[in-house]
């Protein structure tokens, strides 16, 4: 170990993110992911007693989505110390992205067998709305997911950051941002299906969505998306950049006067947060079948603040941890004792300020 | 009452005749056809016999499946055949005895309707014995008139419409082809104007302050909590909720009883006790460790309202609860022919000035405000003084929760009371007390009156959901220009 800690400069790149240690955890959680579950869900026949069910792979795939949000929010939060509580906007905007392109795959399959989507037949419209316009090619899907919650996340934050918004102020107005986006998307002449959203997803790039293969490739490429959001993270917090996001959360002030401009640091770490949250709503989206504004609820909002608080914040693998732990936790009780779900999480919350303020990673460090 | 019944009677009579047809099949049919101009026609056929079973079949039908010969057929509605079917159900819930249920009925229809359901209706107002009920059924003819192909019907009506308030017929009509109801209608619209533009301001101006006293409400517990003692405190709408169900719970004592209209009286002392105790017990037991990291705070405080939610949840259910306003609260003063200003807004309105004058005087003139005071300039000077300062905490949020629990029980009086009750004040409680500026009391109550007005002025242009997200926006960018709020405190404390 004590070669790997030498000056950075001499470190081969991939020694500097992690040790053998950190490798091999990654080498593990990659071999389940492409290996393990692909084999053991599809080959392995349903009457055996190793086979994955859909639901499983389901369920594990919605965490990784979460997983990846919870990284997100690590990033501004656990090392830049801004606590925004609008990424569940981001992860919704990504989702109703995506959520677009799938409802033009539906074509004509529709409960009104219209080219329009069920819902704007419904409404009586007779033609796509100019927002509309493009959503029927993946790559502009594509492009939709990575730029609506960048450029949202870069205006907002420009003008929050320049006039120094901080603490709990940005707290709370990015509260009030996504709670009015919100009211927005419940809107049914926004055009984006009131508040049943979208759903009924028939087909995605002309694959059945409902295939055990779909299923399996979107898993596959989640968890790929899930370790490649790690990997960049870990690198960005390593670099000197990363250094600078951790002094602006310690003393924003002495850094400034040091000579940096904290607003560009800023900025960035939040555009780069809300872009992989978008990502992660657009992997979401087909997987759970149904996107609507309630996941812009600013409940979610804190809900995943409290994941990366469970798992550690500042610590990468603690905001992993802590997404699957709560969202496991969450699983088991909506399903177990549904009416002391918010019991539980509650309790979580209260109980991880007062006496884990460094979450399940601190804990297992001691 | 006789000559009411009477009319009942008649009106009975009238379609008793009517019902002996069975419906018609041939009507049945279109309506399960997939064109929606057919299913229209259909209702319009079923409607314009009259026949009390055809309510029965519309309201089936707006669910999605109708009988026919005794088979179920799943048919499409979309919205605006189903706005047809509402309609339709109106004009047959004319013929109801009931008067409340007549009235409500025309009411709907006031709107404008089908004109194919005229006839129906026509018969309806003849047969009406009931003055109030009679004049909306002739607004209701006038504005099915006014579709009508014949020039002079449409004159006529609107003519007739001068009389009524109900504008938005009138601006459609505004811009017709023809020229001669064009400007009949245009004069009519000035003419109506010039009569009801005072009563429009009164009564957005009445609104205004009426919704800008609810926020005050809201947000003055907070102004102490947040504002004075910087305690994110995220439970504050859960303390809001629990004040409106001690209300009920205390209605629930004196319903029966002939002092039913006095439980106000016994039910503001409760719900400001309850929501103070549970606010005092909640600093003792979690808030008290978390003074000086507000992120901390945030997240706790967000978990003690989910406990909150659902432990409400599991006593009372999940199902909103029916809180009774007192009886001399109901109904409300007449001031022009288009402004009502109902009692209980009124007394909300009264309520928030008390309220307001309360904390004002407590904090200024009693020994335990100036304690509060004094601790939240400067902790450290208090404490040596001899000032207890964490009990002086305990007892100021103590004062803000209960303030809190003051709001719900107004708050009780005019809307639903439910577990998610104080979810929809949160994000707009602390809005108001950013808005107006933390640490200042004015400002709270300056930024509540101003939003409250701006919301309904704005609501007035584009509907209440607009107008909230303008409102939000506005105040984002209000915030971002001037993070320090309307009234800023003068000082050096620039880093909070």
Same mark, same amino acid.
């Given at each position: 170990?004590?070669?790997?800690?030498?000056?950075?400069?001499?470190?081969?790149?991939?020694?500097?993110?992690?040790?053998?240690? +950190?490798?091999?955890?990654?080498?593990?959680?990659?071999?389940?992911?492409?290996?393990?579950?692909?084999?053991?869900?599809?080959?392995?026949?349903?009457?055996?007693?190793?086979?994955?069910?859909?639901?499983?792979?389901?369920?594990?795939?919605?965490?990784?989505?979460?997983?990846?949000?919870?990284?997100?929010?690590?990033?501004?939060?656990?090392?830049? +110390?801004?606590?925004?509580?609008?990424?569940?906007?981001? !992860?919704?905007?990504?989702?109703?992205?995506?959520?677009?392109?799938?409802? /033009?795959?539906?074509?004509?399959?529709?409960?009104?067998?219209?080219?329009?989507?069920?819902?704007?037949?419904?409404?009586?419209?007779?033609?796509?709305?100019?927002?509309?316009?493009?959503?029927?090619?993946?790559?502009?899907?594509?492009?939709?997911?990575?730029?609506?919650?960048?450029?949202?996340?870069?205006?907002?934050?420009?003008?929050?950051?320049?006039?120094?918004?901080?603490?709990?102020?940005?707290?709370?107005?990015?509260?009030?941002?996504?709670?009015?986006?919100?009211?927005?998307?419940?809107?049914?002449?926004?055009? !984006?299906?009131?508040?049943?959203?979208?759903?009924?997803?028939?087909?995605?790039?002309?694959?059945?969505?409902?295939?055990?293969?779909? /299923?399996?490739?979107?898993?596959?490429?989640?968890?790929?998306?899930?370790?490649?959001?790690?990997?960049?993270?870990?690198?960005?917090?390593?670099?000197?950049?990363?250094?600078?996001?951790?002094?602006?959360?310690?003393?924003?002030?002495?850094? *400034?006067?040091?000579?940096?401009?904290? *607003?560009?640091?800023?900025?960035?770490?939040?555009? !780069?947060?809300?872009?992989?949250?978008?990502?992660?709503?657009?992997?979401?989206?087909?997987?759970?079948?149904?996107?609507?504004?309630?996941?812009?609820?600013?409940?979610?909002?804190?809900?995943?603040?409290?994941?990366?608080?469970? +798992?550690? /914040?500042?610590?990468?693998?603690?905001?992993?941890?802590?997404?699957?732990?709560?969202?496991?936790?969450?699983?088991?009780?909506?399903?177990? !004792?549904?009416?002391?779900?918010?019991?539980?999480?509650?309790?979580?919350?209260?109980?991880?300020?007062?006496?884990?303020? /460094?979450?399940?990673?601190?804990?297992?460090?001691? | 009452?006789?000559?009411?019944?009477?009319?009942?009677?008649?009106?009975?009579?009238?379609?008793?005749?009517?019902?002996?047809?069975?419906?018609?099949?041939?009507?049945?049919?279109?309506?399960?056809?997939?064109?929606?101009?057919?299913?229209?026609?259909?209702?319009?056929?079923?409607?314009?016999?009259? #026949?009390?079973?055809?309510?029965?079949?519309?309201?089936?039908?707006?669910?999605?499946?109708?009988?026919?010969?005794?088979?179920?057929?799943?048919?499409?509605?979309?919205?605006?055949? &189903?706005?047809?079917?509402?309609?339709?159900?109106?004009?047959?819930? @004319?013929?109801?005895?009931?008067?409340?249920?007549?009235?409500?009925?025309?009411?709907?229809?006031?709107?404008?309707? #089908?004109?194919?359901?005229?006839?129906?209706?026509?018969?309806?107002?003849?047969?009406?014995?009931?003055?109030?009920?009679?004049?909306?059924?002739?607004?209701?003819?006038?504005?099915?008139?006014?579709?009508?192909?014949?020039?002079?019907?449409?004159?006529?009506?609107?003519?007739?419409?001068?009389?009524?308030?109900?504008?938005?017929?009138?601006?459609?009509?505004?811009?017709?082809?023809?020229?001669?109801?064009?400007?009949?209608?245009?004069?009519?619209?000035?003419?109506?104007? #010039? &009569?009801?533009?005072?009563?429009?301001?009164?009564?957005?101006?009445?609104?205004?302050?009426? @919704?800008?006293?609810?926020?005050?409400?809201?947000? $003055?517990?907070?102004?102490?909590?947040?504002?004075?003692?910087?305690?994110?405190?995220?439970?504050?709408?859960?303390?809001?909720?629990?004040?409106?169900?001690?209300?009920?719970?205390?209605?629930?004592?004196?319903?029966?009883?002939?002092?039913?209209?006095?439980?106000?009286?016994?039910?503001?002392?409760?719900?400001?006790?309850?929501?103070?105790?549970?606010?005092?017990?909640?600093? &003792?037991?979690?808030?008290?460790?978390?003074?000086?990291?507000?992120?901390?705070?945030?997240?706790?405080?967000?978990?003690?309202?989910?406990?909150?939610?659902?432990?409400? &949840?599991?006593?009372?259910?999940?199902?909103?609860?029916?809180?009774?306003?007192?009886?001399?609260?109901?109904?409300?003063?007449?001031?022009?022919?288009?402004?009502?200003?109902?009692?209980?807004?009124?007394?909300?309105?009264?309520?928030?000035?008390?309220?307001?004058?309360?904390?004002?005087?407590? $904090?200024?003139?009693?020994?335990?405000?100036?304690?509060?005071?004094?601790?939240?300039?400067?902790?450290?000077?208090?404490?040596?003084?001899?000032?207890?300062?964490?009990?002086?905490?305990?007892?100021?949020?103590?004062?803000?929760?209960?303030?809190?629990?003051?709001?719900?029980?107004?708050?009780?009086?005019?809307?639903?009371?439910?577990?998610?009750?104080?979810?929809?004040?949160?994000?707009?409680?602390?809005?108001?007390?950013?808005?107006?500026?933390?640490?200042?009391?004015?400002?709270?109550?300056?930024?509540?009156?101003?939003?409250?007005?701006?919301?309904?002025?704005?609501?007035?242009?584009?509907?209440?959901?607009?107008?909230?997200?303008?409102?939000?926006?506005?105040?984002?960018?209000?915030?971002?220009?001037?993070?320090?709020?309307?009234?800023?405190?003068?000082?050096?404390?620039?880093?909070?």
């Amino acid at each position: 170990m004590s070669a790997l800690t030498l000056d950075q400069g001499q470190t081969p790149f991939m020694w500097r993110l992690y040790g053998v240690k +950190g490798w091999t955890a990654i080498g593990i959680g990659g071999l389940i992911a492409f290996v393990v579950f692909p084999v053991l869900n599809l080959l392995v026949p349903p009457t055996s007693a190793l086979h994955i069910s859909a639901f499983w792979v389901t369920l594990i795939g919605k965490i990784m989505c979460y997983a990846i949000v919870a990284l997100a929010l690590d990033l501004v939060w656990g090392y830049a +110390g801004i606590l925004s509580l609008g990424h569940g906007l981001f !992860f919704a905007l990504g989702g109703y992205a995506m959520g677009m392109y799938l409802m /033009r795959q539906i074509g004509r399959e529709g409960q009104y067998q219209s080219d329009l989507p069920d819902f704007m037949v419904f409404l009586d419209w007779k033609e796509l709305p100019w927002h509309w316009s493009m959503s029927d090619q993946f790559w502009w899907a594509a492009v939709l997911v990575v730029l609506v919650p960048g450029v949202l996340a870069f205006i907002f934050g420009y003008f929050a950051f320049r006039s120094r918004v901080k603490g709990v102020y940005f707290s709370i107005i990015t509260q009030a941002l996504t709670f009015a986006a919100m009211l927005l998307f419940f809107r049914n002449n926004t055009g !984006f299906g009131g508040n049943n959203g979208f759903t009924d997803f028939k087909r995605i790039l002309g694959f059945s969505i409902t295939a055990p293969e779909t /299923r399996m490739a979107l898993f596959v490429i989640t968890a790929l998306t899930l370790i490649g959001t790690f990997l960049a993270a870990r690198w960005i917090v390593t670099s000197k950049f990363g250094r600078v996001l951790e002094a602006i959360r310690d003393a924003e002030a002495r850094v *400034m006067f040091c000579g940096y401009n904290t *607003m560009h640091y800023k900025l960035a770490i939040f555009t !780069f947060s809300a872009v992989l949250c978008g990502i992660a709503g657009a992997l979401y989206v087909p997987q759970v079948g149904i996107i609507n504004p309630s996941e812009m609820s600013p409940a979610n909002s804190i809900e995943m603040a409290i994941w990366v608080a469970v +798992g550690g /914040r500042g610590t990468l693998a603690g905001a992993i941890l802590g997404a699957g732990l709560v969202n496991g936790a969450k699983s088991f009780f909506t399903v177990a !004792f549904p009416e002391y779900w918010l019991f539980a999480l509650g309790a979580i919350f209260i109980c991880v300020t007062l006496f884990m303020p /460094r979450g399940v990673m601190g804990l297992l460090k001691r | 009452m006789l000559l009411q019944g009477k009319g009942a009677a008649a009106l009975a009579a009238l379609f008793i005749s009517a019902s002996a047809f069975a419906l018609d099949r041939s009507a049945l049919e279109k309506l399960a056809s997939d064109d929606n101009d057919e299913k229209i026609a259909a209702i319009a056929a079923l409607v314009a016999e009259g #026949d009390p079973k055809a309510a029965d079949v519309l309201k089936s039908a707006a669910e999605g499946e109708i009988e026919v010969d005794g088979k179920k057929v799943e048919i499409v509605v979309n919205n605006r055949v &189903r706005a047809r079917i509402a309609e339709a159900l109106s004009v047959l819930k @004319l013929l109801s005895p009931d008067n409340a249920e007549r009235h409500a009925a025309a009411t709907a229809l006031t709107g404008g309707a #089908d004109p194919a359901m005229l006839p129906l209706v026509l018969k309806a107002r003849d047969a009406e014995q009931d003055p109030a009920v009679k004049k909306l059924l002739e607004l209701a003819t006038a504005a099915m008139q006014l579709r009508s192909e014949d020039k002079e019907t449409r004159l006529a009506a609107i003519r007739a419409l001068a009389g009524s308030d109900n504008k938005a017929l009138l601006v459609e009509a505004a811009s017709d082809a023809d020229e001669d109801i064009k400007r009949a209608a245009q004069s009519t619209l000035r003419e109506m104007d #010039d &009569r009801l533009v005072w009563g429009e301001w009164l009564g957005l101006a009445f609104a205004g302050v009426s @919704l800008g006293s609810i926020l005050l409400l809201a947000a $003055l517990g907070l102004a102490i909590t947040y504002g004075l003692m910087g305690v994110i405190n995220m439970a504050h709408g859960e303390l809001i909720m629990i004040g409106a169900y001690t209300t009920y719970v205390v209605q629930g004592w004196f319903r029966g009883s002939a002092l039913f209209d006095f439980y106000l009286v016994a039910a503001i002392p409760a719900a400001f006790v309850v929501s103070a105790g549970v606010g005092m017990l909640l600093e &003792r037991s979690v808030i008290r460790w978390l003074y000086g990291r507000p992120l901390e705070t945030l997240l706790a405080t967000w978990g003690i309202s989910l406990v909150l939610i659902q432990a409400v &949840r599991t006593i009372f259910g999940a199902q909103n609860v029916q809180v009774e306003n007192p009886a001399f609260m109901s109904g409300g003063i007449q001031v022009m022919a288009n402004v009502v200003l109902p009692w209980n807004r009124i007394f909300i309105i009264l309520f928030a000035a008390g309220v307001l004058v309360a904390m004002w005087a407590l $904090l200024s003139k009693t020994r335990l405000g100036l304690y509060i005071r004094g601790v939240t300039q400067n902790r450290s000077m208090a404490a040596c003084v001899g000032v207890p300062t964490a009990r002086v905490d305990t007892w100021a949020f103590g004062l803000g929760s209960g303030i809190a629990g003051l709001a719900g029980c107004a708050l009780s009086q005019v809307g639903n009371v439910g577990p998610d009750l104080g979810q929809g004040y949160i994000v707009d409680s602390f809005l108001v007390v950013v808005f107006g500026g933390v640490g200042q009391l004015a400002g709270t109550v300056y930024a509540a009156l101003v939003l409250g007005f701006a919301n309904k002025l704005l609501e007035s242009w584009s509907g209440a959901v607009l107008a909230k997200i303008a409102v939000l926006v506005f105040i984002i960018f209000f915030i971002q220009r001037r993070p320090q709020g309307l009234f800023a405190l003068k000082g050096r404390a620039v880093e909070a």
